[in-house]
């Protein structure tokens, strides 16, 4: 895997993206939830999160497979998926926080898949300024992500989520430039998996946070 650009690194104060994501991804969750592995509070949710999470790494994924084809409805269908994602993760925050809640979260998120989708395009382009300012945006929106979550949970410390939203951000800038770099498939498989498996642990933070809190509406 890659890891982001020095310059990029230090312009945004992330230095800890940049090394040993997995080892971040190991802290964060354990700080986030006492519940052992493999044996979740609630299954059900936990279920749940980590499809939601990956329905959108997959359909953000297929948004820069389309933008590196040049395929506009390839675009729009993945675009549509992301957002139809975003609302069902919000539907599912609303179901514990209420849908003012709901609607605040869904916010964060669009504003999340525009950054990405910044980033995205910029990338494809070449216009590193570009890339620039998408990450910076990424960065505020994620500790706003770790704001909002905190603030609803006390299970949620802000440097935890924060950790862990900005590995997440750091797959994306990964996968994106091996996709529109043309990376070989081994690399990008590899980068893939990675992706995959710190959006599970995000799920299980966050579905363990959640089932703390709410040990009797939570499966």
Partial sequence: MKPLSVACVLALGLAFVATA??????????????APAGAPAAPKL????????HGHIVATRDYALAVR??????????TDAVVANAHQIADAVAGFYGKAAGEQFFKLLADHW?????????THAGDKA???KAME??????????????GANPNLPDETVKGLWMMHVNDHKIQI?????GASQTEQTQSWAEMQKHAN?????LASGIAKQFPTKAH
Wanted: zero cysteines.
């Fill in 69 to 78: 084809e040049g395929s506009k409805a390839r675009e729009k269908r993945a």
């Fill in 177 to 181: 430039d091996e996709i529109m770099s």
């Fill in 114 to 122: 525009e950054g990405v989708k910044a980033l995205t395009d910029s």
């Fill in 46 to 53: 936990h279920a749940a999160m980590r499809s939601l999470l």
């Fill in 201 to 205: 642990t995000i799920a299980d933070a």
């Fill in 130 to 132: 570009g890339e620039q």
């Fill in 21 to 34: 994501p997995a080892a971040l991804a190991q802290r964060a969750a354990q700080a986030a939830t006492s």
């Fill in 137 to 150: 945006e990424l960065a505020s929106n994620g500790s706003d992500i770790a704001k909002f979550l905190s």
